[in-house]
């Protein structure tokens, strides 16, 4: 028997679910491309973005998904042959490093496996050792989406500082804008890259790089840069044009229009990052209280360093696959597959799922996902602590109090 029949839940790490106003602003005909009111929203986009990034400093926007910002933002600051420096803690930051490798780039990999952050004393150690300064930039994630991990941003800050190493930091947050604290100026990211299906709630198809005046005079020097992805006239158009290299994005666009007003103008980005915190947390107690009866465990262990965006979870033999096959048949609700946990049917990737608790959630959309869950794991017979929806209820009274 299915259960099914009713509003689904997509409980995966991105796309989020789109708010229903959102779909709506998309609802409509095409707009004249140029003059008036795209023209118009379009320009409204910039100061918000700037300030779910917290940066003073340039944004450009591109008709893609996030390898499109990883592509753009490695473009406008690097050349053929240039070494970087990758920080492996999952399959998303290897992946950006690999992407790198295509375009010519000398890609180093400090790979720190899928159970932990990237560690910042190792990460001085490796930059103190280039004495010649042949590392033109460090490409980290904060949260990797595979592992769930969240690094320590200003910690790596800190160890370029520390070893006065003038590489380029260059953060993906394409998991965690609009999700954690991110603060781009204070923590000293010079090129930061992010896309919409996630914290922002929008369908996919646009991504942004943000870049500091150090970024913008690396763009100076990099031959990596073609006219599609230079982010100079997209950052500062002469003509409207030439913010996209062609044919706006325009449904997009009243889209993330659309989720700005809710993430900016309505809730706050701070209050957003609270609402993330409290629900991150939830779903960390019913893990934590399954696993006390069974082999259910958060993959990262130390709670600091997970992702408040999407949390990996690691399961006995066969589990993860099993219950993840339930939810999505019997319930209704979607969760998602491993990254980069062994192969497809593998015996490492059966016993692993994850849980996207990103963007445009609230208090039924958490307990429901857990509800179904809790079910699944009884429906299953497998082995799982008692206790887990109570322990997620009691997480949200608390933060719900102020
Ligand atoms: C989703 C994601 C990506 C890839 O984005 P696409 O839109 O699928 O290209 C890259 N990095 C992180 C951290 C992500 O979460």
Redesign the pocket.
Known sequence: MSLHYGHCLLSI??PSTIPERVLSAMHRPSPNIYAGELHDITATLFPDLKTVARTSGEAAIYIG????A?EGALANCLSKGDKVLVLGTGR?AI??GELGAQLGLDVELMDFGDLTDADPAKVEERLRSDHQHEIKALLT?Q???ASSVQNDIPALRKALDDSQHPALFMV?C??SLGCEPHEMDRWGVDVMVA?C??GLMTP?GI?FVFFNEKAAQARKNADLVTSYWDWQPRANPEIYYQQFCGTAPTHHIYGLRAALDMLVHEEGIEAAWKRHETFARAYWAAIEAWGRGGAFRANIENPERRSRAVTTVRTGKGEGTRLRDWCERIAGVTLGIPLGLGTPGSEEWDAAFRIGHMGHLNVPMVMGTLGAMDAGLKALDIPHGSGALEAATAVIAVHGQS
């Open positions: 790490p991105g998904n996030g390898h499109g990883w998303f992946g950006w994630v949260t990797d989406t993906d394409i998991a896309a299906q996630k996919a991504a």
